[in-house]
Structures are given as C-alpha cells and as structure tokens.
C-alpha cells in the first residue's frame, strides 16, 4: 500500500481498542472465544494489524470443545489468520 493510500485509510478509533478498551498493540498476544450451537471455540493469536473491520491475528493455537468438555487443539486448518473485531479480543500478557 503507497503512502497516499495509507493515509486515506482511515480506521475509526472504537475500532482501534480491544475489550479492555486499550489501544490495540500490533505485536501483542491476544485470545478470544465464541459459541455457536453448543461449541465453544478459543482462538489465541498475535496481532498482525489492523484492518476497518477489525484485527487480523495471525493463529497460535485455535481449540474447540462441544458443550462443557475441555477444549482440544483443532487439527488440519487451513486459514493461519483470522480477522476479528477489536472490541472482542482480550490481551494475553502472560503469552508476551
């Protein structure tokens, strides 16, 4: 992306901070979690950067578990980003 095009890029500051409504830290370790039809997923990743929707995290370990099991390591994914809004991502100080 060319200097003229980043600063026409602009990302609304409300999506510039995560759920404990700090500045999002390119770098930084971040988790989060989300249930869909009994399954809970957990996905903890390093924050790439940021896009107008949102986080692109690039995945250091994505677990699931059905109902109240515990959670396993998913195993063949494929997609090694995902992108998630900020304001749903927790930092994991103690991965830094």
């Known amino acids: 992306m060319d200097k003229a095009n ?4 602009k990302i609304p500051d ?12 390119i770098g930084m370790i971040y988790g989060y979690s989300r249930n869909a039809n009994g399954v809970s997923y957990v996905i903890i990743g390093k924050a ?5 929707k949102g986080v692109t995290l690039e995945v250091i370990e994505r677990k699931s578990a059905l109902y109240n099991d515990n ?5 063949n994914v ?3 980003t995902v992108n998630v809004k900020a304001n749903m991502i927790f930092p994991l100080y103690h991965l830094v």
């Open 14 to 25: 409300m999506l510039r901070k995560d759920a404990t409504d700090e500045p999002i830290r």
């Open 78 to 80: 494929t997609s090694k």
């Open 6 to 9: 980043i600063e026409n890029f």
């Open 71 to 75: 959670l396993t390591m998913e195993k």
């Open 48 to 52: 790439k950067n940021l896009t107008k």
